[in-house]
């Protein structure tokens, strides 16, 4: 679908001021960002997604920030806007989070930031939990299990440095599958605390979740006694052989 740009002046007007200062947009607040807009070089908005505030559709929204379609200068990006009531004051260590998390192949590309505003790469997909409700046809479990496999490797990338993303026990909001699998949202990340990236996922996925259940009737998967079993093993020792025998009981190695 063709998206629609709009110029950033009517973040002037209600009630697009509510999505560039949410909840409760000042005018003081106003044009500060709109200052902070102008030197990241975002030139454009489009009010598009799968999520609403008000009458407006955006691309999602969290704790500390909502996310739109932008353009900076020509190209098309997300903007991660950093709600007024959220207990950051700046965005700028979920920028570190998010760059630490590409260095390891991971997540949407991080281009720039500023105190309110993170610019990263535009992912065109849908939302895991949205795309296995939708998938059907042949070649669905071949699909699947690409989806499940790419998402299982990023998050054992994630563990092997050290970042936990945070909040993958509920994936389904947390990754985007579009041309590319991508693990998204790095708000609630840490270096601080031990890392359950591939356990999260695996059971936020696999085990007792809407979208297991979903899952189930297209790819038939081990139980959960078994995945359980495997699970603990990795979680003892984070290591490739234990994370291949995992890929090998949920009968993805070969994908």
């Not at 679908?1 to 002046?9: A, C, G, R």
């Not at 409760?24 to 997604?49: C, D, H, V, W, Y």
């Not at 570190?96 to 260095?103: I, R």
């Not at 990340?189 to 696999?206: E, M, P, Y």
Request: hydrophobic share 35%.
């Amino acid at each position: 679908m063709k998206q629609s740009f709009l110029p950033i002046k009517i973040f002037l007007n209600e009630p697009y001021s509510k999505i560039l200062c949410y909840p409760n947009p000042s005018k003081r607040q106003i044009t500060s960002r709109m200052n902070e807009l102008k030197k990241l070089k975002i030139s454009k908005i489009a009010f598009e997604g799968s999520t609403r505030i008000g009458n407006l559709q955006i691309l999602g929204k969290g704790y500390v920030g909502v996310v739109v379609l932008a353009k900076q200068k020509t190209k098309t990006v997300a903007l991660k806007i950093r709600r007024l009531d959220s207990q950051r004051n700046h965005m700028n260590d979920e920028a570190k989070l998010l760059k630490l998390a590409n260095k390891a192949g991971v997540g949407p590309k991080f281009i720039s930031n500023s105190r309110n505003f993170i610019v990263m790469e535009y992912l065109d997909g849908e939302k895991i939990g949205k795309w296995v409700s939708d998938i059907k046809g042949k070649g669905s479990v071949k699909k699947i299990k690409s989806a499940i496999k790419k998402t299982l490797e990023d998050c054992y990338n994630l563990d092997k440095i050290g970042l936990d993303h945070g909040e993958l026990s509920s994936v389904r909001k947390h990754v985007i599958i579009g041309k590319n699998t991508t693990l998204i949202d790095f708000e609630s990340s840490s270096v601080k605390r031990r890392v359950s990236n591939v356990t999260s996922a695996t059971q936020g996925i696999l085990i007792g979740s809407g979208i297991s259940k979903k899952i189930s009737r297209i790819y038939k998967c081990p139980s959960k006694n078994e995945i359980i079993s495997v699970l603990r093993n990795y979680k003892k020792d984070k290591n490739r052989t234990n994370f291949d025998e995992l890929l090998r009981i949920l009968k993805l190695q070969n994908v």
